[in-house]
């Protein structure tokens, strides 16, 4: 019987130019892995690999030249170590995040909790094409959300207290939208310009700035062959349960509209983007 | 605001963010707990950024005062809390 090259490469194992080597990819979730993890990693890629590991552009680990006769023992292994296989091909991929309000002082969301449910509720479903979800805590994007197909930002909605503020204008300067001004009356906010960066709330010494977690989303990123950024329209989301109809509603429009193979901006392109923001725009107005 | 008496002044005009913050920081650690700090800091990134980040070092900031010349007094008062001993 022939190998089954798919198969392996549904599995996590990519063909490498090397005849009967595979770089092996495994489950990574918001970028972290234990220390234990890691040493199942160096042992496996010392033992039946080339001693080394790869750092994918998407905070994925690969362990390249595993020997096709090895690959049950392998996943034997990994799966002892805690290690789990990844994925590639047409389903959802990696759930990619930066470290979020949980360790980065910048962080508006707690990322890695919420990769962690993403990935338990969408790696590996299939689909017409790839789907890679990026999670970001604040507006510095330091994961880069727009280049997914489904892009989580975090964001904070804020309100003024206004007996704790003092008017020391530094809400002022902190804001880059220019969305704040003082006058003799106190401090006015234009909500139009907010863009829920949050930077008035973290900078204000005396608490005057109320801000509530929220999740922006963008939709149809993609930057391999076809180069595009994810589109933002919808209203801040202040919670997990609209934003999982929402990102349910998104997977559901694309398993329905796209041709096999396509890609999910090019499925939106062609189906309109009027009708997919419809579409959404409703599941969030519930 | 409370009426405040600045003990010391710092100049971080001269130096580029992140340097900024360091020299706001080395100059809030050689003052005693309590004391004023006044932080002249320029426009931009500086005025931006150096108020929270010295917010997250757990000091109070009393005002923001704009110089009108591009510059900006940042009055701040040394805060020591018991974990950072």
């Not at chain 1, 092996?24 to 890629?45: C, D, F, H, P, Y």
């Not at chain 1, 979020?100 to 590996?124: H, K, M, Q, W």
């Not at chain 2, 009393?62 to 009108?68: A, E, Q, S, T």
Request: hydrophobic letters at 35%.
């Amino acid at each position: 019987m022939g190998t089954d090259y798919k198969a392996l490469k549904n599995g996590g194992f990519m063909r490498q130019t090397q005849k009967n080597n595979f770089s092996l990819r495994l489950k990574v979730v918001g970028g972290n892995l234990t220390a234990e993890q890691l040493v199942a990693i160096a042992e496996i890629s010392k033992k039946y690999g080339d001693g080394y590991v790869h750092l994918t552009s998407r905070q994925g680990v690969e362990i390249p030249f595993i020997k096709l006769a090895d690959v049950e023992a392998v996943k034997t292994e990994l799966e002892a170590g805690g290690v789990n296989t990844g994925v590639c091909g047409p389903r959802v991929r990696t759930v990619t995040a930066c470290q979020g309000s949980a360790i980065c002082p910048s962080g508006c969301i707690d990322t890695y909790p919420l990769a962690v449910e993403i990935s338990n509720r969408y790696f590996g479903q299939e689909l017409p094409h790839k789907f890679k979800f990026g999670i970001t805590g604040c507006m510095n994007n330091c994961l880069k959300a727009e280049e997914n197909d489904l892009g989580i930002k975090g964001g904070y909605s804020v309100e003024l207290v206004k007996e704790n503020c003092t008017l020391c204008g530094v809400c002022v300067k902190a804001c880059r939208e220019g969305a704040i001004t003082k006058t003799s009356e106190g401090l006015e906010i234009d909500k139009s310009k907010c863009n829920y960066c949050g930077r008035c709330a973290k900078s204000c010494p005396f608490n005057a700035w109320k801000g509530e977690s929220g999740y922006l989303i963008s939709f149809g990123g993609t930057f391999g062959n076809l180069i595009a950024k994810g589109e933002q329209f919808l209203p801040i989301i202040r919670n997990k349960e609209i934003l999982f109809k929402v990102t349910d509603a998104a997977l559901n429009f694309f398993a329905k509209y796209a041709k096999p193979s396509e890609r999910f901006r090019v499925c939106i392109d062609r189906a309109g983007w009027d009708n997919f923001k419809k579409e959404m725009e409703d599941i969030c107005n519930g | 605001m409370a009426d405040y008496t600045i003990d010391e002044t710092v100049d971080i005009t001269d130096v580029v963010c992140p340097v900024t913050f360091v020299k706001a920081k080395v100059a809030l650690e050689e003052l005693e707990d309590g004391q004023v700090l006044s932080i002249r800091l320029n426009d931009g990134e500086p005025v931006q950024n150096v108020p929270r980040s010295i917010k997250e070092e757990g000091h109070q900031i009393l005002k923001l005062i704009d110089n009108g010349d591009g510059t900006y007094n940042l009055v701040v008062k040394r805060i020591t809390l018991e974990d950072q001993t």
